[in-house]
């Protein structure tokens, strides 16, 4: 029985990383706009979160924005400089995950959102 193509058991090729970074609120839509004009990204998704974490040793309590972006692996490296140079943290969460299964229609959109 042939599988349906909408239903992704496996990554696509090119293969697909999703890039977590939270941010300053006021920061968020700069850094996901340059992400997709350039191409680096697909999409970036934005959740307000609460962060709580110790810097400096001070207990520290953020509003902050999650940004979720979709990417293509070998995209991930100027994806995360090019957050790094928006990003006003000096040691700014970006952490790159890739995607072991997915909808294959929107992997494959998302390799093609991110052709150079």
Not at 42 to 48: F, G, L, N
Not at 54 to 79: M, P, Q, S, Y
Request: with cysteine; hydrophobic share 40%; aromatic share 6%.
């Amino acid at each position: 029985m042939e599988k349906k193509r909408d239903r992704c058991p496996a990554p696509a090729d090119p293969e697909i990383c999703v890039i977590l970074s939270t941010v300053p609120p006021g920061t968020s839509e700069e850094i996901a706009r340059s992400l997709i004009d350039r191409h680096l990204v697909a999409c970036v998704s934005m959740v307000p979160v609460r962060s709580w974490y110790t810097w400096n040793n001070e207990f520290c309590d953020d509003g902050e924005h999650l940004l979720i972006a979709k990417t293509r692996k070998e995209r991930v490296d100027e994806a995360i400089a090019a957050i790094r140079a928006l990003h006003p943290y000096e040691v700014p969460e970006i952490i790159a995950i890739p995607v072991v299964a997915g909808h294959l229609p929107y992997l494959d959109w998302v390799g093609a959102q991110t052709q150079e």
